[in-house]
């Protein structure tokens, strides 16, 4: 069987006849939700978009011709521009350049075509049966069969034949698909394997290795940010017995992609591909400092549904970020990862961490199996996304 026809046969499916958002979602019936851009632009505003983006592209050149220069030349105005959001028409290029993708495309070329169509993979029904559960509501992933569909088929199926010791887990759909929404079949799947492999920043491939030994690593570092930071909360969660696998196992695994306002995980994915892993923890931190308040009064039941469900003010981008990047963690984030390599090894702990020894190691003793239950179930996201 031809592998690139997999999904041949097309199905020729009805348009929607609901209306859609700026980035192709469709709007729920009566949604006063924002899409995150005013609607109504005044003259002023669009001419300052236009100055913005005419920037941007004396900053890239044709191309991209003049981008490492620049960045060389200028990084804390790159650093600082990255962090107010990427202007949507150069979003897809400028990705490509900040994660090194474009390098390994051009590097490469035939290797994608190549894996799609002659390669085989044992993965592939496992891919067809979760194609229709990635980003269901946008009109690009809806049809059957759909050219949606057929590119993110080809995305993963290549990239599980590429890395056949990663494979294909099912988190790895919504990245994929958020990519095809700002660049081509083999330019998305080049920047899939320049974020796995590590081209600029740390691998991510350990996010979806067998046992998920990121997600455990990145969950471990998490909890003890929390109890640092927000002793008060840190404490609450102990007390409900709630630990980071029940609510925040997708943020690593998706990179917010997954059940959050798109037009915040945009900004978070600028900032993400220029910064590296350090802005999930970011941003994950801003949330639970933004929710702070209210989190600490919740029981449990509550709580969990909470984290799981965050208030719309609390996912504005231009209220988040700033929030998000006050939380200085990158030297804090290295001595914890020292700390989960060396068990013991680590003698400098806080003092909130020390105050909680003893209710935690109270209330893991009670917990342990559901935390190995849920790290389990986070490579099976099956729900739909908001």
């Known amino acids: 069987m031809d592998k690139k026809k997999a999904f041949d046969d097309t199905e020729p499916g009805p348009a929607p006849s609901r209306a859609v958002d700026r980035f192709g979602f469709i709007k729920p019936e009566q949604s006063n939700s ?55 028409c150069l979003r897809g290029l400028v990705w490509q350049l900040i994660s090194g993708s474009r390098d390994l495309l051009l590097m490469n070329p035939g290797v994608y075509e190549t894996l799609v169509i002659y390669e085989t993979s044992a993965s592939e029904l496992e891919i067809i049966r979760d194609i229709s559960r990635t980003f269901p509501s946008h009109i690009f992933f809806q049809q059957r069969h759909g050219p949606g569909q057929r590119s993110l088929y080809n995305i993963l199926k290549a990239y ?12 790895m759909g919504f990245i994929a698909g958020l990519l095809l929404l700002y660049m081509s079949e083999e ?23 067998a046992g998920l030994p990121l997600v455990q690593q990145y969950l471990s570092q998490f909890e003890k940010l929390v109890i640092e930071l927000m002793p008060k ?15 925040a196992s997708q943020w690593f695994i998706t990179v ?36 702070h308040d209210d989190l600490v009064k919740l029981p449990f039941e509550k709580l969990l549904h ?5 208030p719309e003010e609390a996912t504005d981008p231009d209220v988040l970020l700033p929030l998000a990047f006050s939380f200085k963690v990158s030297t804090r984030l290295e001595e914890l990862h020292k700390e989960y390599q060396n068990p013991g090894a680590g003698t400098s702990e806080t003092s909130s961490s020390k105050r909680l020894q003893p209710l935690i190691a109270k209330t893991m003793s009670r917990v342990g199996s559901r935390v190995v239950s849920n790290l389990t179930a986070v490579s099976n996201l099956t729900a739909d996304r908001k």
């Open 160 to 171: 599980s034949v590429y890395d056949r010791d990663v494979g294909y887990v099912q988190g």
């Open 256 to 291: 917010f992609t997954y059940s959050f306002p798109f037009h915040l995980t945009l900004r978070v994915w600028d900032v993400f591909l220029y910064e590296g892993i350090k802005v999930v923890f970011q941003v994950g931190l801003a949330l639970l400092r933004f929710c």
């Open 306 to 310: 909470s984290l799981r469900n965050f």
């Open 187 to 209: 330019d998305a799947f080049w920047l899939l394997v320049a974020l796995l492999k590590g081209a600029v920043h740390a691998p991510m491939e350990g996010l979806y290795q």
């Open 34 to 88: 924002p899409d995150g851009i005013p609607k109504g632009k005044s003259i002023h505003e669009r001419e300052r978009e236009e100055r913005r983006i005419r920037k941007w592209r004396k900053m890239i050149g044709v191309g991209g011709s003049d981008w490492k220069h620049y960045v060389r030349r200028n990084p804390h105005v790159v650093k600082r521009r990255i962090r107010k959001g990427i202007p949507d």
């Open 233 to 247: 909360l840190g404490q609450h969660f102990v007390e409900e017995m709630i630990n980071p696998s029940m609510y």
